[in-house]
């Protein structure tokens, strides 16, 4: 794993074995947990998906063509716990309600789980003392999803609705697939490939001066995202820039358990390009879009709107090499002042805040 010259501050200097060490200590998140450990369990999380639960999941969905997440739900809690014998799983009015409900919770816990994990063992802290860090940050980005996130929920069931009604193309078992397993693997790449390039241009739309400050102004309030930024959108921007995730297996077949695993695979990759860790593979900064960019994008607006890859900001001239990779970045800035004497430990407005 290659570090970038500015790359976090809390291990600066220390060998490896004495930044595992911190582990035991006040700072615990200094566990060096990097996008090599997070590879390592998306790849575990990968593996166990196609041969334990593709094979189980088919076994038991031959007949069923309800949504997956809405069937476990209907067999193991709301048929015998929540709604009454005589309202039968397939009512129109009980799928809609039983989708907004598993959409919020689902919703919450992705966004609340994996950014607490991603604020406490990725995050790093000293960002916090960042000039352009502001007073309570982390508790008005968690406040501000968490009242985004029911709004977003409501277009978005109307759309889950009808992947449940079945005019979707996603399917239940690998061998529905037009091309069978190498299918499978196609749709995996030709999602993230279609996703981002559409929410390149949606972005780049919601930048436009006519629609910015109506939508899209909120996101870029926060100039040195924490991983709780990640969802802390005005709702249209959110709903917006989540639609081509809902629009792919309404154009291309996809199977359910890998729409699921993709689902979750891309709240990860959200909160992970705020997460302040600028830590990219030497080989594969010139083509992924990690923290290093995305932050860049939050501090001068018009460069690096894509999501996963720079591609499309490289054909829309919109790319710009990340500041925290030349040394000109957030950490720089803290590093500088802090030589200066112009950033006291007691300076951090995070540090003193309720956040912590
Ligand atoms: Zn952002
Ligand atoms: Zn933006």
Redesign the pocket.
């Known amino acids: 794993m290659i570090r970038s010259t500015s790359g976090p501050i809390r291990n600066h200097n220390k060998p490896a074995v004495m930044r595992n060490c911190t582990l035991i200590g006040r700072h615990f998140y200094d566990v060096p947990v990097n996008s090599a450990v997070v590879g390592h369990l998306l790849a575990f999380t990968l593996v166990h998906i196609l041969f334990t639960v593709v094979p189980e999941y088919e076994q038991q969905t031959q007949d069923l063509t309800m949504d997956l997440v809405l069937n476990v739900a209907d067999h193991y809690v709301l048929t015998p716990y929540v709604f009454p014998a005589s309202w039968p799983e397939e009512g129109a009015l009980r799928q809609i309600l039983s989708l907004l409900v598993l959409t919020n919770l689902g919703a919450a816990v992705l966004y609340l789980g994996l950014g607490a994990i991603s604020y406490f063992f990725i995050f790093d802290h000293d960002l916090m003392k960042h000039p352009q860090f502001l007073e309570n940050q982390v508790r008005r980005e968690i406040k501000y999803a968490m009242t985004s996130l029911p709004v977003i929920s409501l277009p978005t069931v109307a759309l889950f609705f009808y992947e449940v009604r079945g005019y979707s193309k996603l399917y239940d078992n690998v061998h529905d697939s037009p091309l069978g397993w190498p299918g499978f693997f196609l749709s995996m790449v030709s999602f993230l490939l279609f996703t981002d390039m559409c929410i390149y241009w949606i972005h780049r739309f919601l930048h436009h001066r006519l629609v910015y400050k109506l939508f899209h102004k909120p ?1 870029h309030v926060w100039k040195i ?1 924490s991983p709780f ?1 990640s969802h802390a959108f005005h709702p249209v921007d959110g709903f917006m820039q989540g639609l081509p995730y809902h629009i792919y297996p309404f154009m291309f077949p996809l199977h359910k358990v890998l729409y699921l695993g993709l689902y979750v695979f891309v709240n990860i990759w959200t909160i992970s390009i ?1 997460d302040g860790d600028y830590r990219i593979p030497l080989a594969l900064t010139p083509a992924i879009n990690g923290s290093a960019h ?1 932050t860049d ?2 501090l001068f607006f018009d460069y690096n709107y894509g999501q996963y890859f720079t591609l499309w900001d490289r054909l829309g001239g919109s790319y710009r090499h990340p500041s925290a990779l030349l040394g000109k970045g957030p950490h720089d800035l803290i590093r500088k002042l802090q030589a200066e004497g112009k950033l006291g430990e007691d300076r951090g407005k995070g540090r003193g805040s309720k956040e912590e």
């Open positions: 996101h995202p930024a705020h995305h994008h939050h």
